[in-house]
């Protein structure tokens, strides 16, 4: 099992930067790929990140590209989403999220195994 809990979340002005982090534990961060996603109001669940279990790889929406920067530490047991330029359409729950054990990076929601809770990001005009 794996227990994920974002943070970071909040108010800001769009042409803002917000960083969301996510915290993880209960087994060894390390084997799984993680990914951030977003949920706006009145919408599905989207992708916006994902990482590899070693940082070498690096994959963004179209949406957010040049602007996120999604990183790790497995020292630290941490995944970050640096947010920059943010739009009030950047405007959504985001969500972190880990694969099972040794599997491959994904857009894909059901590639995930594990959920945080969410934290809220609200960019104002």
């Known amino acids: 099992q794996v227990q994920l809990v974002e943070s970071g979340g909040g108010l800001v002005q769009a042409g803002g930067s917000l960083r969301l982090s996510c915290a993880a534990s209960?087994?060894?961060?390390?084997?799984?790929?993680m990914g951030w996603f977003r949920q706006a109001p009145g919408k599905e669940r989207e992708f916006v990140a994902h990482?590899?279990?070693?940082?070498?790889?690096?994959y963004y929406a179209d949406s957010v590209k040049g602007r996120f920067t999604i990183s790790r530490d497995n020292a630290k047991n941490t995944v970050n989403l640096q947010m920059n330029s943010l739009k009030p359409e950047d405007t959504a729950v985001y969500y972190c999220?880990?694969?099972?054990?040794?599997?491959?990076?994904?857009?894909?929601?059901?590639?995930?195994?594990?959920w945080g809770q969410g934290t809220q990001v609200t960019v104002s005009s």
């Open positions: 999220a880990a694969t099972p054990a040794f599997s491959s990076v994904s857009s894909r929601e059901n590639a995930y195994a594990y």
């Open positions: 209960g087994r060894t961060f390390s084997t799984s790929a």
């Open positions: 990482i590899s279990r070693f940082a070498g790889s690096t």
